[in-house]
C-alpha cells in the first residue's frame, strides 16, 4: 500500500529536479516503516531485504538528498553513529550516560531557551541535531536507592 508520506516526498524529489528512483523510493519507505531512529546501515539492511542490489553509498546518497530537502534529518546520540528520522515529527533527545536509553521531548521544551539565547546572543538555537546527556530517571533512581546511597 503506498505511503502518503513517501508519495508526497517523492514528489518534493521530482519538483527540485531529481529523479525519483527505485532506490530512492526504497530509503524512504524504510524511514516511513522504521519509526523509530535508525543508522545508515540499519536503514541500508532493510532496503536490502527488498531490493538486495542497493548499496550503502546509494543510502547515504538519498539520506543526505532527503535532509537538503527537509523531508529527513539525522541527530548525533551520544558517541554513536548519526541517526535518521523523518523530519515531520522534529523532537529532541536526552541521552542516559549510564544506561544509554534515549528520552524524546516536544520541541516546545527548548522555547524559553532559544528565545533567552535569541535576545542575549542572536543566536538561532537549533538543539535538535545533537542529543542532550544526563542521566535517566530510572538509573538516577538506582543510583539513590537505600541499597547504595541515599540522595539529599
Ligand atoms: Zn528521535
Ligand atoms: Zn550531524
Ligand atoms: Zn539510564
Known amino acids: 500500500m503506498p505511503d502518503e508520506r513517501v508519495e508526497a516526498a517523492m514528489e518534493r524529489i521530482r519538483a527540485s529536479g531529481g529523479r525519483a528512483t527505485v532506490d530512492r523510493r526504497a530509503v524512504l519507505e524504510a524511514l516511513v516503516r522504521n519509526q523509530d531512529h535508525a543508522t545508515a546501515e540499519e536503514l541500508a539492511e532493510l532496503v536490502r531485504a527488498e531490493h538486495p542490489d542497493c548499496n550503502l553509498a546509494t543510502v547515504y546518497r538519498t539520506l543526505e538528498l532527503l535532509e537538503r530537502l527537509g523531508i529527513a534529518f539525522h541527530v548525533h546520540l551520544g558517541h554513536g553513529?548519526?541517526?535518521?528520522?523523518?523530519?515531520?515529527?522534529?523532537?529532541?533527545?536526552?541521552?542516559?550516560?549510564?544506561c544509554g536509553a534515549v528520552v524524546e521531548?516536544?520541541?516546545?521544551?527548548?522555547?524559553?531557551?532559544?528565545?533567552?539565547?535569541?535576545?542575549?546572543?542572536?543566536?538561532?538555537?537549533?538543539?535538535?541535531?545533537?542529543?542532550?546527556?544526563?542521566?535517566?530517571?530510572r538509573c538516577t533512581a538506582a543510583s539513590s536507592s537505600p541499597s547504595s546511597k541515599r540522595k539529599g
Open 81 to 98: 553513529p548519526s541517526q535518521w528520522h523523518l523530519a515531520e515529527a522534529v523532537h529532541h533527545h536526552l541521552v542516559c550516560d549510564e
Open 105 to 137: 521531548v516536544g520541541d516546545a521544551v527548548f522555547d524559553p531557551l532559544r528565545r533567552r539565547i535569541l535576545a542575549d546572543t542572536g543566536f538561532v538555537l537549533d538543539p535538535h541535531h545533537f542529543s542532550l546527556s544526563g542521566r535517566c530517571a
